[in-house]
């Protein structure tokens, strides 16, 4: 499943060469897996078994500067699972084109609260979790 | 007390205009505010009686923009103690100068982490934790 | 005019307490007053006639703690104009009720942005903007 | 030259997890490029020429949480150096450790600000803006 989400660039948003800094990208992205969490509904469910995602690396390409006033659409999707981690792609483009402004695959694991450490991620963990990738 | 915290003004702390965003200067103020607890010794303590830092009113004036390789100066001082809540200024210069970049008033009460409500703040509890007014 | 802006809490927007942190809701508050400008008309306007929005001064209430998963609305007014400035009011509630997380004054000048000066707030410049305080 | 920043993790640093945040440390990481432009000299120099940096990539392992109070050590230097970018490798350890905390490959290039548009690095710009790769 791939999640749309739509972020309008303001002024708070932009650093000094008045396009919207590299740091807050991330937050773009945070905000696009929480929405995909929602969708999926993995997040409730992660927290009700005492886990909780963690993300283990970032790799973001900066295509395109995004300026004030433009809108941005981030698609976020999983798109692969191994044994102990997953990975989320999320594709930010200015929203009504197939302009790319940013996109980033999000790896992350499955933590246990208690321990902090990655739990293995067999099918029925990502089944009750909903983490399905497409195919 | 006052303490003074360095903190020089880099590309992602501007906003469109080029100069530091409103909302950044609430962070400044607040590591302002970690480096004057540090100080005081007030946090450990504080946290030590399951009490938190609660903060309830800023009012902050914005009087020169600042920019990108600036430094500027934190001033941090305790200036009243109420029944319930008490008050700090923070004096946001141009280091090396009398030039105000900013400055505010934060108001703060102590709660109970428990009961997530403000404690009064008794002339015990002031001293214990180091919350003295400069007369 | 009053302008509704919703914004739903998420991971990145808490702190150690596990509350919105206060400087994030200045960008909320930025968040909100960007769409009353959309609303209004005033934000190309201004930049057209080579003039700019400065904040002089916020004056912040924090009112309730807001956790992740919870929808806050806030509610941005312009409720009175001076010679030199005015003041937009800011309601932040829980969604959906009448409980005020936060609420602000935000008091700003228009600046030429040749000079960095503030400019007289004449009725016609207050007219052409569209800044009207409802009666 | 390796160019080390030292940052203390403070409240306003963390998510609901209680860690420091994904996003936070590419504002920790430009803030250790910033010192490195500094002692190296480049920045100044760039803008002089009419160019600027542009960052393309950031690739991000995120190794150990980072709490509260914790002083954290970003290390910062340059890499490699290609036709048209090059890398800059950050580590962030635990401070008077060497716990990784998280490392980074941040690729760049260098931007003409008039066309917006890389321009070729040749040996000459190099040595004018004191990219140097250790060897």
Known sequence: MKVKTTIKVRGYHLDMYGHVNNARYLEFLEEGRW????KV????????????????????????????????????????TGNKS???????????SDKVVADANVTFVIVSLKTGR??????????????????
Do not use: C, M
């Open 35 to 38: 929405q995909w969490f929602e």
């Open 86 to 96: 997953a990975v989320i792609h999320q594709l930010v483009l200015l929203e009504g």
């Open 118 to 135: 990655p739990v293995e991620l067999t099918q029925k963990l990502l089944d009750d979790f909903g983490l399905k990738v497409d195919g």
């Open 41 to 80: 509904g993995a997040f409730e469910n992660v927290v009700k078994e005492g886990l909780g995602f963690s993300v283990v690396n970032i790799n973001i390409d900066y295509r395109r500067p995004a300026f004030q006033g433009e809108a941005l659409e981030i698609q976020t999707e999983l798109i692969s």
